[in-house]
């Protein structure tokens, strides 16, 4: 289940840390808050600003994000070379649950159009509970990626 974040409870998690919501990263969180569920690269975010009257800058944006990940606010994820056109690795930013106990979605990623879907459901209860018998190992949060083909690429491929 998605929760929803208000600027006034980022402000109050920001200064949990002991920092303050400059304006740039309310800028930053602000564009977050105004496009849920997509998975925002710091060159979107970017993008998204520059069509409004903000003049931050690309590197001040990418400065925002990593401290803001740094502080827990946000979630880093990487989704891989093949999803930059620099051939470079490839991150989204997202927001981290406000209950830390709770655990994050999944991603389905296509490796065709490169399409990104979430996955709610945890499956992963039981092999979290398999490693905690096996090992003494409690996991306490995990990310999990699946990279392969959606149906409509599989759609377009079965008329080709």
Known sequence: MAETYSMEELKKRLQA???KMTPQRQIVL????NHPGEHLSAEKIYDILRGTESEIGLATVYRSLEILVSLGIL??????KEFDKRNK???SYELNPIDPNQHFHHHLICTECKEITEFEDDMMDELESGIFEQTG???ENH???????CKKCQEKQNKA
Do not use: D, P
């Not at 602000?30 to 808050?33: E, G």
């Open 30 to 33: 602000q564009v977050i808050l």
């Open 17 to 19: 840390t002991q920092r």
């Open 75 to 80: 979630q880093k994820i990487e989704f891989g």
């Open 137 to 139: 190992f409690k996991v």
């Open 143 to 149: 990310q999990a990626k699946f990279f392969g083909v």
């Open 89 to 91: 690795a490839s991150y």
